[in-house]
């Protein structure tokens, strides 16, 4: 309740200023950087699952801003989605590729059919992840970043209608798992964010971007799990 009392104290125009200033688009160029090289560089031992192998292989081949290399990769994830019905990373991978390059380039007439595919992908990431808390946790990040997507593509109309979606569910993905470090900095970075363009106090809580750095701090990466953020401290300014 406390949370929704702040957010009615900050109007809807303030929203749409903060993404015509590209604050968050410039996020997710930066973002974009982290995961295309975290993908490019990652190693494996020789005793690697197949699923994992061709996982692996697909994403060294994804430039993460080119639309055709996105469809190729996207293509490729999609058949490993098939083929490994139970797995989710091949789907969660495939839709924050065409999630970055939606919310990176907004004009680009790829983003508006890579938006029309991420939202089935989404569902079905959703109802597959439903068992783990960890990757349910992270399948919200990444619905949190499909509205920042679609706000980003018209800011004065989907503004309002949608920053409000984005909010729940990076808090969402905080409430299903409290370490998970990207919900929580995604959440802290937008909240930050609209403070500094509205002049109203941060919705951050005081203790918040030490809470971020202990969970990056103490994050074991995993094969591809996901494992990114930490540089984007870095790049935008958080110490």
């Keep these: 309740m406390e949370l929704a009392k702040r957010l009615t104290t900050f109007a809807a125009d303030n929203m749409f200023h903060l993404l015509k200033l590209g604050l968050m688009r410039t996020l997710i160029s930066k973002l974009v950087v982290i995961v295309a090289l975290m993908c490019a560089t990652s190693v494996y031992a020789a005793d690697v699952q197949p699923m994992e192998k061709a996982l692996s292989n697909t994403l060294s081949k994804v430039n993460a801003e080119n639309a055709e290399s996105i469809v190729i990769g996207m293509d490729a994830l999609d058949r490993l989605t098939k083929q490994y019905p139970n797995e989710w990373l091949p789907l969660y991978y495939k839709t924050l590729f065409a999630l970055q390059y939606a919310v990176h380039f907004p004009q680009d007439s790829h983003s508006g059919l890579f938006l029309e595919s991420a939202k089935p992908d989404l569902e079905a990431l959703q109802a597959l992840c439903s068992t783990d808390r960890v990757a349910r946790s992270e399948a919200l990040v990444l619905k949190g970043l499909y509205y920042t997507a679609l706000i980003v593509q018209n800011p004065m109309v989907n503004g309002k209608s949608y920053y409000m979606d984005a909010i729940i569910n990076y808090k969402s993905a905080i409430g299903v798992n409290p370490d998970n470090p990207r919900a929580h900095l995604l959440l802290y970075i937008f909240f930050d964010n609209m403070s500094k363009i ?17 969970l990056y701090a103490s994050e074991q990466p995993q094969g591809l799990l996901p494992s990114w953020g930490k540089e984007l401290m870095n790049l935008c300014g958080i110490k």
């Design 198 to 214: 509205t002049g109203q106090p941060s919705m951050n809580e005081p203790k918040e971007l030490t809470t971020i750095k202990q």
